[in-house]
């Protein structure tokens, strides 16, 4: 489904409360977009002050152990008027600019389906609105729809992916097809752990809380999971009888391309990691360090993620999690995690970067995610340089995807929407063509294989199309998506 990101058709509409809503131009990959009218917005706070409430210019987030200084935000956005009965949306983004924050590095901010029809002006810890309780005080909330851990960095966005909650307002899941959302702090742990964000008046227009929706196809894969593998061309790989789980039991299962390659003359590994996640290797064409290669740019897709609000996670095996991994380290190499590439995921190149620890960890942590099923919605996994057949060859490789990728499909992230791609970093001794496996409950399947030319800017594409971002990153703009390996896509 190749979509192109050109031809805007858009419109934009007011906000209310007297905000002007400036559109964000998206393209007709996704049909239409808008951003949907703020009816209410309020802060309810506890304790002393349970029967007050602020509509303030500042929304708070906050967690204590005393009741007087908890704080909970709450927003009404109308996606009934707006938005036709039943639309499609494909991607719905709640977006705040943090004002201040106290000194913990994060906090985790869930946000909630409230369940009762509240009234900004007359809402408290107490009352959903005059003279009527909430059941539970401090608000009566429905499922956690998304999280985000909000950093430090004052007049920095934070977005929380909404497309589910809306999805299901635009249904009437509810009994109403407004959006009713709770923000609550879940992952704090401190006396009085606070994020302030810009609220309605603000004096910025740019600065006041958004929703932004975009209506049109949307995926029906939720999670995936990228695993990239280490310099080895398909031919060998398949003529050397030392992959029987891939070649028995993993082809059989799953479709494969025939003709994926890496990017034209694009030698040695880490400008194809740095391609598969800009479109670009930025003039790469070594493995330095990020010391000397970081890049400035925000064209990237871990970048375009976290505008979305959607979830993402680098695991890279051998690391420790206790620091950004900049350097190599045992059998870890950044060279093969492009993530801690990009200046504005590790700070610039900060070991202590508390975004880059949040967002790149120790691979032994994807299995506690699948099991509580938390996984991110974009997992990038590294193997170690034996386990990648970087170092010990076609043999280890095999028998490390024989133990892991089970584990994932056994999980609920990947029954109920996942999708594994497995893939090599390059050829060896030339473009390949190299492996590109595609395991999903929505791939073809049975051993379906096909002989369409694909390069790393394929994956790349097909990854932004399933999550609805953009513009295309570079030379995906150029390529063809992996949709025919996939039976609904």
Known sequence: MNRS???????????????????????????????????????????????????????????????????????????????????????????????????????????????????????????????????????????????????????STVAWDLTTMVQDAVNNKYGTRYTRVGLVDVGSSGSGAYRDYYGPTAANTTQRPQLIVTTGHRSPIRTVFVIVMENTNWADLKNSGSAPYIMNTLLPAASHAERYYNPPGLHPSEPNYLWMEAGTNFGIRNDGLPSANHQASKNHLVRQLTDAGISWMSYQEDISGTSCPLTNSGLYAPKHNPMVFFDDVTNTNSSTSAFCIAHVRPYTELQTALTKNTVARYNFITPNLCNDMHDCGIAAGDTWLSTEVPKIMNSQAYKSGGAIFVTWDEGEGSDGPIGMIVASPFAKGGGYQNTIRYTHSSLLRTLQEIFSVGPFLGDAANATDLKDLFKTF
Request: aromatic share 10%; charged share 10%.
């Open 5 to 155: 990101w050109n031809g805007l058709r858009h419109f934009s509409v007011l906000l209310g409360l007297a905000l002007a809503a400036v559109l964000v131009a998206l393209s007709d990959l996704t049909g239409s977009a808008l951003l949907a009218p703020l009816t209410d917005a309020v802060t309810i706070r506890g304790g002393t002050y349970a029967n007050t409430h602020d509509t303030g210019a500042m929304l708070v987030t906050k967690t204590s152990t005393t009741a007087s200084l908890q704080r909970r935000t709450l927003f009404k956005f109308d996606t009934s008027s707006s938005l036709p009965a039943g639309a499609s949306i494909a991607l719905a983004t709640l977006r705040l600019t943090l004002h201040s924050h106290d000194s913990t590095p994060f906090q985790r901010v869930g946000a909630y389906w409230v369940n009762k029809s509240f009234i900004g002006s007359q809402a408290t810890w107490n009352s959903y609105r005059t003279g009527l309780p909430w059941i539970t005080p401090g608000g009566d909330f429905g499922p956690l729809y998304a999280s985000a851990d909000v950093g430090t960095v004052n007049g």
